[in-house]
């Protein structure tokens, strides 16, 4: 399926052609005392993204939403959007960035990344072994920003339904309880 407008071929790749890593070392949490009163969010890989939050101020990955990063966990493959500020829980985790901010377009690109079809099948480092290695197709730039625009409005438009569904649902269970009290 393509946007209306673009007909160039979609040029191969690899992902290491695309993503630049960082090693995580300076970022990582030193205590694992989280509070909610805390500023910053320790982060992982894996499903439960937000571990809680530090209160240290030093090592900080600041991340925006002009210079975003994807968090990729070495060892599951699992990834996220990243782009605000924080700190780690675990090495192995690489941050991700693009290696040409001009040619590429971030939120493309970690959609490709996260529609790869790859299953861990042993306990390995799976960036530089595999990850890095695999090949992908890009558009031109006007057509990775047009696509990478439009995921951009659908998440953002499932995060606002998602928050709704989660009031509701509180407000549905202070219903309850009060009318079966």
Sequence with gaps: MRF??????????????????????KYIVKSTEYDETFDTPVLTAGKS????????????KNATVENPVVIFDD???ASHYVDFPFKIKS???????????????????????????YVPQSHERHWISKFSE???????????????SFFKQLDTTIALHQKKLELL??????????MFI
């Design 75 to 77: 060892f599951t493959t």
């Design 91 to 117: 090495s192995a985790i690489k941050l991700l960035s693009l290696s040409d901010d001009d040619a590429d377009n971030f939120y493309f690109m970690f959609n490709t990344l996260k529609n790869i079809k």
């Design 49 to 60: 993204f937000l571990l809680g939050y530090t209160d240290e101020i030093s090592g900080i």
């Design 4 to 25: 209306a407008g673009f007909s160039d071929a979609w040029e191969e790749c690899k992902l290491d052609e695309v993503f630049k890593y960082e090693q995580p070392i």
């Design 169 to 178: 649902k509180k407000q549905k269970q202070a219903y309850l309880q009060k």
């Design 134 to 148: 695999l090949e992908i197709y890009k558009p031109i730039a006007a057509e990775q920003q047009k696509i990478g």
